[in-house]
Nanobody
Framework: QVQLVESGGGLVQAGGSLKLSCEVSGNSLSRIAIGWYRQPPGKQRELVAGISNSGNTKYSNGLKGRFTISRDNEQNTVYLQMSSLKPEDTAVYYC????????????WGQGTQVTVSS
């Protein structure tokens, strides 16, 4: 069983930055992968970035360079640093747990709202 709690969302102007946090309990980041997903209004949920148990990262096309995923193993927390935000980044952002090879499990956080105003 893995529990995930997101935080750090909010309202920001276009061009601004936000840092989201995903606190993980029930398993160690050295054993599982964590992905950040987002669901814009009226659209499907999509993978934004992932970090494997070994620290390798991957990003959705077009987001690398603006978004950076990282983790703190001691805090068992995964972060998503978002910069140069655009109105189209507005979404509910979720983190999800996966096996070490990015096979995703059905463990999700409750989500955190990010709203980017123009």
């Amino acid at each position: 069983q893995v529990q995930l709690v997101e935080s750090g969302g909010g309202l920001v102007q276009a061009g601004g930055s936000l840092k989201l946090s995903c606190e993980v309990s029930g398993n160690s980041l050295s054993r599982i992968a964590i992905g950040w997903y987002r669901q814009p209004p009226g659209k499907q949920r999509e993978l934004v970035a992932g970090i494997s148990n070994s620290g390798n990262t991957k990003y959705s096309n077009g987001l690398k360079g603006r978004f950076t995923i990282s983790r703190d193993n001691e805090q068992n927390t995964v972060y998503l640093q978002m910069s140069s935000l655009k109105p189209e980044d507005t979404a509910v952002y979720y983190c999800r747990a996966g096996f070490s090879n990015y096979v995703w499990m059905d463990y999700w956080g409750q989500g955190t709202q990010v709203t980017v105003s123009s």
